[in-house]
């Protein structure tokens, strides 16, 4: 490495077209060589600082990882906007992500509307027959108390449409539809809905306001968020006894996330596939063979217990512990450094007295072969 570094993350806001752009468009990002530690330690000062810039981002960045869970969503959700090809007198069925905290439902959505965002620009191109930009997918994050017409500000910011901040909600949803029409895009990603809050009416005028605009619009709406049904959003926050004439009930299919499980042996297979994928992608000069998935099947699952993104946080900050630490591996001693999420911390107590216990193994049969003796890492290990 040489001259100056650029800045190796990338900054941008999903809820921009510009910003989504470049998350959906960039390439992927190139892992940096794993340096063994004679050759860290023949680094100059400035090589050695741009190498720890170029895999601390690395590491911090991850994934996606396609898990059984995401490849689920992700074909449920083609096989809905397959479906979806009506003409534009026919309202095209919304999808919902419902699902617990820490599932990784946002990280599935975004990774869809990537994937989705590059299929229809190969097919499509980059400009549409009137010649304006083609922007396939729009992705907007509600706030707390998010009203109509704060929604349909946030589509004409999404747009950068001049004075998308101006005007009634009226005024406001003509423009964004313009856009949304001219620009051919045909879905809209909704994040964090269960802000909206069905016993006010704020909340029920723009759970209204989704069924008015997948009425008029030829686009698919994917809603993400956490407890929907239980907040009543398929009921349109309609009282006991009258759920069945709400139309989002008939309208919007329901796909949630599961936590990874190793209550049998297929569940546990899958937790190793998860760890040897992650094994594979950390960069640490002493990273060998059996270091994430063996020996720290059990730490990470009683830790995160089965949530992706909790597990993710202890992978990352691990990575950065070990790295600071200059112990270059991750260890049971350098997770313990670590903090976790509050969720986590406070549910890992019973799963991880059962794993000590010998009650409970996250580990299949087949690879609970018996250790001869602390593994020594190796320099000859593929990534």
């Excluded at 919304?94 to 509307?113: E, H, M, R, Y």
Aim: charged fraction near 25%; proline fraction near 5%.
């Amino acid at each position: 490495m040489s001259g100056r570094l650029l800045n190796q993350e990338r900054r941008y806001s999903l809820s921009t077209k510009r910003g989504w752009r470049r998350y959906a468009e960039s390439p992927a990002r190139e892992r940096p060589e794993v340096l063994p530690r004679a050759q860290l330690a023949q680094l100059s000062t400035q090589a050695r600082d741009e190498y720890e810039e170029c895999r601390a981002v690395w590491n911090a960045n991850i994934g996606p990882i396609h898990t059984p869970q995401l490849l689920d969503v992700h074909q449920d959700l083609w096989n809905i906007l397959a479906s979806n090809r009506e003409d534009g007198d026919k309202p095209r069925f919304p999808a919902v992500i419902d699902a617990f905290p820490g599932l990784g439902k946002s990280t599935i959505a975004q990774a869809f509307g990537r994937d989705y965002h590059r299929r229809q620009i190969e097919l499509y191109g980059q400009q549409t027959v009137e010649g304006h930009e083609h922007i396939p997918v729009v992705r907007i994050q509600l706030t707390d108390e998010t009203t109509r017409r704060d929604f349909n500000s946030m589509l004409c910011r999404f747009f950068n449409l001049p004075g998308y901040d101006s005007g009634n909600a009226n005024h406001l949803g003509h423009k964004a539809a313009d856009a949304i029409m001219s620009c051919g895009s045909t879905l809209i990603l909704v994040d964090d809905v269960h802000f909206l809050d069905m016993r006010r009416r704020s909340g029920r005028a723009v759970a209204n306001h989704f069924k008015a605009l997948t009425n008029d619009f030829p686009v698919t709406f994917l809603y993400v968020g956490v407890g929907l049904e239980r907040r009543g959003l398929l009921d349109e926050g309609l009282a006991p006894g009258q759920e069945e004439l709400a139309q989002n009930s008939r309208r919007w299919t329901p796909l949630t996330v599961a936590p990874f499980t190793i209550d049998d042996e297929p569940g546990r297979a899958t937790w190793r596939k998860l760890l040897l994928t992650i094994e594979k992608a950390v960069v640490l000069a002493d990273k060998y063979p059996g270091m994430v998935a063996d020996d720290l099947s059990d730490v990470l699952f009683a830790r995160s217990t089965g949530h992706f993104a909790s597990l993710m946080t202890l992978i990352k900050r691990g990575c950065a512990k070990s790295i600071t630490e200059g112990e270059e591996r991750l260890t049971a001693e350098i997770l313990s450094k670590v903090k976790n999420d509050a969720a986590a911390e406070r549910a890992r107590t019973e799963l991880q007295a059962a794993i000590e216990g010998g009650r409970l193994s996250s580990r299949p049969r087949s690879s609970r072969a018996p250790q001869s003796g602390k593994r020594r890492p190796t320099a000859s290990v593929t990534t």
